[in-house]
């Protein structure tokens, strides 16, 4: 059984900083896509960032370029999002995800594993 859990997520005043954590279990991920996508209150999910497997290629959502790092450890089946320079926009529930084929995706129906959220609110 997949199972997807992230963490990392909590309360932080804008200019900060956040490191969101997915630790993955039940497949060796090594070789899969993982994403991360996000959910503000009313809106649609969106993708974030996402890495391919071992050659750990990188593609981000523009509003996030340049402030946002999308890294994954596969020795411990973990992916992070380093998040600095956070705006209040950025509040929303993030959601890591899994594609089980190399390639990148940004569409969120194309990844089978998703894990619950952690909530991320940025104060003004």
């Known amino acids: 059984q997949v199972q997807l859990v992230e963490s990392g997520g909590g309360l932080v005043q804008a200019g900060g900083s956040l490191r969101l954590s997915c630790a993955a279990s039940?497949?060796?991920?090594?070789?899969?896509?993982m994403g991360w996508f996000r959910q503000a209150p009313g809106k649609e999910r969106e993708f974030v960032a996402t890495?391919?497997?071992?050659?750990?290629?990188?593609y981000y959502a523009d509003f996030v370029k340049g402030r946002f790092t999308i890294s994954r450890d596969n020795a411990k089946n973990t992916v992070y999002l380093q998040m600095n320079s956070l705006k209040p926009e950025d509040t929303a529930v993030y959601s890591c995800?899994?594609?089980?084929?190399?390639?990148?995706?940004?569409?969120?129906?194309?990844?089978?594993?998703w894990g619950q959220g952690t909530q991320v609110t940025v104060s003004s």
């Open positions: 890495i391919t497997g071992s050659a750990g290629g990188t």
């Open positions: 995800a899994v594609r089980t084929v190399a390639f990148l995706s940004t569409n969120p129906s194309r990844y089978d594993y």
């Open positions: 039940g497949r060796t991920f090594s070789r899969d896509s």
